[in-house]
């Protein structure tokens, strides 16, 4: 059974920084792509950031140079730093495989951007 559980999220003032952690089991983590995604309240989910197996990272456009993922295969586990937060970052932040999110999400991690 696959589980993504996502944490590291909170209440942060604009300019100001989190960094997000989502733990992956139940998959060979080292063989896929993955993302993290969020959904802010009224809006469809969207995929902000991709690592491949390879360490190759992509990012929305709302979001380059201001977030960085990461992961380690050691620890199945996928990173988001997030830099320079803005109100408009507030959302619940997911992670799931990535471009094509391929199994049930966990519950993901509220950031509130807020002063």
């Known amino acids: 059974q696959v589980q993504l559980v996502e944490s590291g999220g909170g209440l942060v003032q604009p300019g100001g920084s989190l960094r997000l952690s989502c733990a992956a089991s139940?998959?060979?983590?080292?063989?896929?792509?993955m993302g993290w995604y969020r959904q802010a309240p009224g809006k469809q989910r969207e995929l902000v950031a991709a690592i491949t197996s390879g360490g190759s990272t992509n990012y929305a456009d709302s979001v380059k140079g201001r977030f960085t993922i990461s992961r380690d295969n050691a620890k199945s586990t996928v990173y988001l730093q997030m830099n320079s937060l803005k109100p408009e970052d507030t959302a619940i932040y997911y992670c799931n495989t990535a471009v094509a999110a391929l199994y049930e999400w966990g519950q993901g991690t509220q950031v509130t951007v807020a002063s």
């Open positions: 139940g998959i060979i983590f080292r063989f896929y792509n």
